[in-house]
């Protein structure tokens, strides 16, 4: 099954703690993306990847980094997780940027 | 990427037709029009897109104006699972690493 797979979907941490949240598709897809979601905010796109070792930022990339050295994944790094992220984020994937994205099914994080 | 409007909210009854308008009156001539939808707090969903003749799907029918300055979203039998926020996208494929943006989308409400 096509898919877009996210881990942890739930966390609660601390501030300060290091934290990945995993993302991988099984699509072959070269474009992958991370969005948060904020209420009255909406999605906003944190950094993109349009294929292996290509990355960059997106609108809200502060606090975050990412990396890409395989195709089908895409990991979301905290090195040092503050309160103002706590969030839900949700990875995506798609062939090419303007393509269908296919999106996981969201991580919630809350940092205390 | 030209800008959308939609209507904050509309209800639907179970098993009519539900349509969402999507206002896009600056739309260039190499934009498509997306329509995601978001389930709870579940990823975004991909429905459909279109560059300016109609589309239909298995989940969904899009009509796009003759003018392409608006467009409709039609679910045909709505059902309570299709109670989600609709989101309408306009973008132009190569537009590199634009990423899609997501405004505040319709909330539509299934309602038995």
Request: one cysteine or more; glycine letters at 6%; charged letters at 20%.
């Amino acid at each position: 099954e096509a898919q877009v797979t996210q881990n942890p979907r739930y966390l609660i941490t601390v501030t300060g703690k290091k934290l990945t949240v995993t993302c991988s598709q099984n699509m072959n897809h070269e474009y992958m993306s991370w969005y948060r979601q904020d209420p009255g905010l909406g999605l906003r796109q944190i950094y993109y990847s349009m294929n292996v070792e290509v990355t960059d930022k997106g609108d809200v990339p502060e606090g975050y980094k990412v990396s890409r050295k395989e195709k089908r994944n895409f990991p979301l790094i905290l090195e040092s997780p503050s309160p103002n992220q706590t969030s839900l984020y949700f990875c995506a994937s798609s062939f090419r940027p303007w393509g269908e994205l296919f999106f996981g099914e969201g991580s919630r994080l809350t940092v205390l | 990427d030209a800008k959308t409007t939609q209507p904050p909210s509309m209800d639907c009854a179970e098993g009519r037709a539900a349509n969402l308008p999507c206002n896009h009156s600056t739309i260039s001539g190499n934009e498509y029009v997306y329509w995601y939808r978001q389930i709870h707090s579940q990823g975004p969903q991909y429905i459909i897109h279109g560059l300016k003749n109609n589309e239909t799907n298995e989940m969904a029918s899009l009509i796009i104006t003759e003018d392409r300055k608006s467009s409709t979203l039609i679910l045909p039998h709505a059902t309570l699972r299709d109670t989600a926020v609709y989101y309408c996208i306009v973008r132009a494929p190569a537009s590199g690493n634009t990423p899609l943006v997501f405004g505040k989308g319709t909330r539509l409400s299934v309602i038995a």
